[in-house]
């Protein structure tokens, strides 16, 4: 990796809400979400300020050098666990930078929190990411509730 690929993560603010509305509409990203639903200029600026106003989430932004390059989100569960999720915009995918956000972004959320667990649902088309989260240290795990057509993967504290 080279400098221009150093990975950073910093936490989401206001005056980021018109750069993941645009990637949370890309047909790559959407593809690859859990609900593959597009979101109107309205209902992404009402979630991304309810967002940031929520102590039971985190939304980080990742930059790969000085670009940035994706979203991370963290849910509080109802227990000990909080839910990832993430997504590369689809030019830093493939090259690893992913894990390193994904080991990153977890070591902040346990930071944050006191959780015990992290827990990521992944699609169960989608091998690309379940490799990425294994990599990262993630192992299968049975989780309560876990969507239909997804994988729960685990990673503890
Ligand atoms: C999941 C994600 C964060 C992983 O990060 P990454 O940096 O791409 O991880 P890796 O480089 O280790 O690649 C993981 C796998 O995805 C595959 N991949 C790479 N580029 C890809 C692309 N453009 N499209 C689809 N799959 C791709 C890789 O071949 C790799 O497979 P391998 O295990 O056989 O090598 C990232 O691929 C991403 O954001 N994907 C789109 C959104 C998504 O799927 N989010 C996860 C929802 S649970």
Redesign the pocket.
Known sequence: MTAAETVTLRRAAAADADLVFAWRNDP??LA??STQRSVGAEEHRAWFAASLASAARQLWIASVGAAPA?LVRFDRGPADAAVI????I?R????????I??KEASRLAFAAWPVEKIV????TD????R??FL?AGFAPESVENTPDAHAALVLRR
């Open positions: 790559f990203v690859r979400g994706g999720s993430v997504y590369l689809e830093y995918c493939g090259r690893g930078l992913g894990v956000v994904i990521a649902f992944v699609r989608n091998d690309g990411a490799r990425a990599r």
